[in-house]
Structures are given as structure tokens and as C-alpha cells.
């Protein structure tokens, strides 16, 4: 998920989260004692999901950014056609 995050395939990404999730819950519904592994592979997961984290912020601030952009253009446009008359 971390690698479809960074190509920028949101679509992708959501589409896994379910599964995801599930696998997260049966991963940690075992009342299995948490050995070195076990913590190591929890930091992996932490540490990727700060990954995704963080490209989804970036994805949000651009996609704000642009929007503001059009948004923008269109009260130009406006702007322009009222004084135009």
C-alpha cells in the first residue's frame, strides 16, 4: 500500500484498506505473547503507515492547492466578463 501511495494510486490504496484492516485484526486477535518478531513487525507496520500518511497529506495539500487555483481562474474569468459588460 506504502508503493501505491507514492505513485500516487489512491484508488488502489483504498480499494486494499479493507483487507488491510482485517488482517491487521486477526494479526493482533491472537492473545499470543508479543516476542521480538512480533514487535519488529508491528514497527514495520507503524512506520509504513506513517509513509502512507504522509503521501495522502501531500496528495491533500496539492489537490487543495489546485483547487484553489481554479477557483481562483473562475473569479478571474468572471471578474473580467462583468467589467467587459
Known amino acids: 500500500?506504502?508503493?501505491?501511495?507514492?505513485?500516487?494510486e489512491w484508488?488502489?490504496?483504498i480499494e486494499l484498506e479493507p483487507e488491510?484492516?482485517?488482517l491487521l485484526e486477526r494479526a493482533f486477535a491472537t492473545h499470543a505473547p508479543a516476542d521480538e518478531?512480533?514487535?519488529e513487525r508491528v514497527r514495520?507496520?507503524?512506520?509504513?503507515?506513517?509513509?502512507?500518511m504522509a503521501r495522502s497529506i501531500e496528495a491533500r495539500d496539492r489537490i487543495a492547492e489546485e483547487?484553489?487555483?481554479t477557483s481562483r481562474g473562475r473569479?478571474?474569468?468572471s471578474a473580467y466578463q462583468s467589467a467587459r459588460g
Do not use: H, T, W, Y
Not at 500500500?1 to 500516487?8: E, H, K, N, P, Y
Open 44 to 52: 514495520a507496520i507503524l512506520d509504513l503507515d506513517k509513509r502512507l
Open 20 to 22: 488491510r484492516r482485517n
Open 75 to 77: 473569479k478571474a474569468a
Open 67 to 69: 483547487l484553489g487555483q
Open 11 to 13: 484508488d488502489a490504496v
Open 1 to 8: 500500500m506504502a508503493s501505491l501511495g507514492d505513485a500516487g
Open 37 to 39: 518478531i512480533v514487535a
